[in-house]
């Protein structure tokens, strides 16, 4: 013989419908706060009105004609091919984990051959973004951010 199916069946069955789709929800939601290291911006509404700064200093750094490639070595040194860069320029990078714990390196250079900069400190394994700065005898900056594995 079968029980009746009630009132009371159909309310454990919602409840327990929703108990489950909030506890998915929470656990997802830990798993993003802790995986977010940092903020994008400080404020909001400050970046906007930097905004268009922000695209003149890219125009007036594309004009320069600069570029870099950055790779790692096969002993993990950050290895950076410029071209058009002129010659006694630093180069200089800070590397951070986008993922996890926060984590940040500041890595130096040197110029291994003309054009090829290697740095000074191995950069550990797993995912980074290397912000680079390149800067001339005479004070020209030139910067870009790459995603590095």
Same mark, same amino acid.
């Given at each position: 013989?079968?029980?009746?199916?009630?009132?009371?069946?159909?309310?454990?069955?919602?409840? @327990?419908?929703? /108990?489950?789709?909030?506890?998915?929800?929470? %656990?997802?939601?830990?798993?993003?706060? !802790?995986? %977010?290291?940092?903020? #994008?911006? $400080?404020?909001?509404? =400050?970046?906007?009105? *930097?905004? +268009?700064?922000?695209?003149?200093?890219?125009? !007036?750094? *594309? /004009?320069?004609?600069?570029? /870099?490639?950055? @790779?790692?070595?096969? +002993?993990?040194?950050?290895? =950076?091919?410029?071209? &058009? #860069?002129?010659?006694? &320029?630093? #180069?200089?990078?800070?590397?951070? !984990?986008?993922?996890?714990?926060?984590?940040?390196? $500041?890595?130096? %250079?040197? *110029?291994?051959?003309?054009?090829?900069? =290697? @740095?000074?400190?191995?950069?550990? /394994?797993?995912?980074?973004? =290397?912000?680079?700065?390149?800067?001339?005898?005479?004070?020209?900056?030139? &910067? #870009? *951010?790459?995603?590095?594995?």
């Amino acid at each position: 013989m079968k029980g009746e199916f009630t009132g009371k069946h159909m309310a454990v069955i919602i409840v @327990s419908g929703f /108990a489950v789709i909030i506890a998915v929800n929470l %656990f997802m939601a830990t798993l993003a706060v !802790r995986g %977010f290291g940092g903020v #994008v911006v $400080q404020n909001s509404y =400050v970046a906007s009105q *930097e905004f +268009n700064d922000w695209l003149e200093a890219a125009e !007036r750094q *594309e /004009a320069l004609g600069w570029t /870099a490639k950055m @790779s790692r070595s096969d +002993n993990h040194h950050l290895v =950076v091919e410029t071209t &058009s #860069v002129p010659d006694g &320029s630093s #180069v200089n990078a800070v590397a951070r !984990r986008p993922l996890g714990k926060p984590e940040t390196m $500041q890595l130096g %250079f040197i *110029e291994a051959t003309p054009g090829n900069h =290697v @740095s000074l400190e191995p950069l550990k /394994a797993g995912r980074w973004i =290397v912000r680079l700065t390149i800067t001339s005898p005479d004070r020209l900056t030139w &910067s #870009v *951010e790459e995603h590095l594995q």
